[in-house]
Nanobody, 118 residues
Framework: QVQLAESGGGLVQTGGSLRLSCAAS????????MGWYRQAPGKQRELVAS???????RYLDSVKGRFTISRDNTKNTVFLQMSGLNAGDTGLYYC????????????WGQGTGVTVSS
């Protein structure tokens, strides 16, 4: 099993910045890609950003140029630096880690809330 501990959500004004962190513990050898999904009220969960162990990254089009995902493999931690936040970024942000041993058995954090106010 892998446990994911998230931190860094909160309330911020439009244009502000937040940094999310997600630390993995347990059977680290089971995971490769880590990243963040988000879910806004009444909307489907969407992938915001992800990063592989090799630090290959991908981003949701709407956050490109504003969000940066990074990873510290020595600490099994992934970070999401968010800047230029707007109301469309409001939602619950979930850290996930891809289980490379079992398809469909990825690990998920509890979620951390991000609220962007005007």
């Amino acid at each position: 099993q892998v446990q994911l501990a998230e931190s860094g959500g909160g309330l911020v004004q439009t244009g502000g910045s937040l940094r999310l962190s997600c630390a993995a513990s347990g059977r680290i050898e089971e995971i490769d890609t880590m990243g963040w999904y988000r879910q806004a009220p009444g909307k489907q969960r969407e992938l915001v950003a992800s990063v592989t162990r090799g630090r290959d990254t991908r981003y949701l089009d709407s956050v490109k140029g504003r969000f940066t995902i990074s990873r510290d493999n020595t600490k099994n931690t992934v970070f999401l630096q968010m800047s230029g936040l707007n109301a469309g970024d409001t939602g619950l942000y979930y850290c996930y880690a891809q289980n490379i041993f079992r398809v469909g058995a990825d690990y998920w954090g509890q979620g951390t809330g991000v609220t962007v106010s005007s």
